[in-house]
Structure formats: C-alpha cells, structure tokens
C-alpha cells in the first residue's frame, strides 16, 4: 500500500497532538506534530514503541530516566514501561508501535 503522508487525514489525538496514522499488519507509524508546551501524561501501553524526533526538542521520561531528545535521536520504549514527555518547542516525531495500535484506527465520521 502506497500513501502520501500529508494526505492522511490528520486527528489530535489529546491536545496540542495532532496525528497521522499508517497502519500494517504488524504495526503502526504515527507522524506526529506537537504544540510547544504540550504535555503527553504519564501512561505505558503493551506496544514496543520508537520515537524517532524530527524536529524540534522533547523532553521524555521513560521509567526512571528523563532525557532531553532532539532533531535526529530515537529512543525504544519497551512495553508496559511508564512514559511521558513535554514538548520543549514545537515537534515534529515519527513514532513505531508493534504490535499495531487498534486504538489509533480511528472512524472517519
């Protein structure tokens, strides 16, 4: 399947997250541009997530370790591991989840 990805319709997600979802049948990659400010809560899935920034500076914290990530860093978040973060400035990140995230396969109305 081939898709633009500025033509995937974009959906905030919780606010001042706004993304667009690729789907397969092992995972998905969500592209994500965030307001700086913008606070992602404290929360863990059972998805082995990458989070790969774009652009822009985001502070993460993953389990116990709180890291400032930045324009060309990715980072693995195993499952079930509590995350969070805040965008430090306006954010453009490609995030992996496996297995697929049914909870992002969102309705169109």
């Known amino acids: 399947?081939?898709?633009?990805?500025?033509?995937?319709?974009?959906?905030?997600?919780?606010?001042?997250?706004?993304?667009?979802?690729?789907?397969?049948?092992?995972?998905t990659v969500a592209f994500w541009e965030i307001e700086k400010g913008?606070?992602?809560?404290?929360?863990?899935?059972?998805?082995?997530?990458?989070t790969q920034i774009i652009e822009g500076t985001l502070e993460m914290t993953i389990g116990d370790k709180t890291m400032i990530l930045e324009s060309g860093m990715i980072v693995s978040i195993p499952s079930n591991?509590?995350?969070s973060g805040k965008a430090l400035s306006t954010c453009k990140l490609t995030d992996t989840f496996c297995p697929v995230r049914e909870d992002y396969k969102f309705k169109k109305m």
């Open 1 to 27: 399947m081939l898709k633009e990805v500025s033509n995937i319709e974009q959906i905030e997600v919780i606010k001042g997250f706004k993304g667009r979802f690729f789907h397969t049948n092992s995972f």
């Open 38 to 50: 913008s606070i992602l809560p404290l929360h863990a899935h059972i998805h082995e997530q990458t």
């Open 81 to 83: 591991v509590m995350h």
